[in-house]
C-alpha cells in the first residue's frame, strides 16, 4: 500500500531564517506531488505541483521554492522566512492517470515569529 | 480560473442530517471531490463525483449537477466525531492533475 510521510509536524522559526520541509511517497512509482498551504480557518492553496523528477510548477508568486530530486520525494524550501509564511503545510501525491483524488501527508504546522 | 463556493459554517444537532452544498464555475471539470479535515490534521477523502447523480457511502451522500455546477454533501446520523471541516474541491483537465478547493464548511454538531 501508499503511505506518505511529511516532517517535521511542527516547527517554529525566526523571520528571515532558511526552511526545508521534507516529503516522501512508499509505494507508488511516478506519482503526482502537491504541496499546498492552509491558513487559519481558511481553504487550501496550492502552491507547487510536479509530474516528475526535476519538473515543478509554481502556481503563485511567493517566498518559496519547491524541488524534487528524486521520484518520491518532494522539498518545499524558503531562503529567507517572512511573517506571512506562517501556516498549515501539507503535502500530497496522486496518480497521474485517471479518476483519482489526493492522499495528504499529516501536515507540518509552521509558525514564523 | 475556477472559483468555488460553499458556506462557512453551519451547526446541527447530533442524530440530525446536514447537506453542505457547493458550487463552481470552471473550465475542463473533471470530477468534484469532499474531504473531510478535523481541526489540526490532514484532509481525509470522503467521496468522488464525475457524472450527474447521487454516490452513497454509508452515513454519507455526495451529489452532483455537472450542468448547474452543484454539488452537496449529505451527512445522516450526525455523531459529534461528525464536527470538522469539510473541504470541496473540483479537478479540471490539466497537466498534474490539480485539484482546486473550496474554503470549507466548518461543521458544529451540537448533542
Known amino acids: 500500500s501508499q503511505t506518505i510521510h511529511q516532517w517535521p509536524a511542527t516547527l517554529v522559526q525566526p523571520v528571515g531564517s532558511p526552511l526545508s520541509l521534507e516529503c516522501t511517497v512508499e509505494?507508488?512509482?511516478?506519482?503526482?506531488l502537491y504541496w499546498y498551504r492552509q491558513a487559519a480557518g481558511r481553504g487550501l492553496q496550492l502552491l507547487f505541483y510536479s509530474v516528475g523528477i526535476g519538473q515543478i510548477s509554481s502556481e503563485v508568486p511567493q517566498n518559496l521554492s519547491a524541488s524534487r530530486p528524486q521520484d518520491r520525494q518532494f522539498i518545499l524550501s524558503s531562503k529567507k522566512l517572512l511573517l506571512s509564511d506562517s501556516g498549515f503545510y501539507l503535502c500530497?501525491?496522486?496518480?497521474?492517470?485517471?479518476?483519482?483524488?489526493?492522499?495528504f501527508g499529516s501536515g507540518t504546522r509552521l509558525t514564523v515569529v | 480560473g475556477q472559483n468555488i463556493d460553499q458556506p462557512t459554517e453551519m451547526t446541527a444537532t447530533e442524530g440530525a442530517i446536514v447537506q453542505i452544498n457547493c458550487t463552481y464555475q470552471?473550465?475542463?471539470?473533471?470530477?468534484l471531490f469532499w474531504y473531510q479535515q478535523h481541526a489540526g490534521e490532514a484532509p481525509t477523502f470522503l467521496s468522488y463525483n464525475v457524472l450527474d447523480g447521487l454516490e452513497e457511502k454509508g452515513r454519507f451522500s455526495s451529489f452532483l449537477s455537472r450542468s448547474k455546477g452543484y454539488s452537496y454533501l449529505l451527512l445522516k446520523e450526525l455523531q459529534m466525531k461528525d464536527s470538522a471541516s469539510y473541504l470541496c474541491?473540483?479537478?479540471?483537465?490539466?497537466?498534474?492533475?490539480?485539484?482546486?478547493f473550496g474554503g470549507g464548511t466548518r461543521v458544529l454538531v451540537k448533542p
Open positions: 474541491a473540483v479537478k479540471i483537465k490539466a497537466a498534474g492533475n490539480k485539484l482546486t
Open positions: 509505494g507508488t512509482s511516478n506519482p503526482n
Open positions: 470552471t473550465s475542463g471539470f473533471n470530477g
Open positions: 500530497a501525491w496522486s496518480r497521474d492517470r485517471g479518476h483519482y483524488g489526493y492522499t
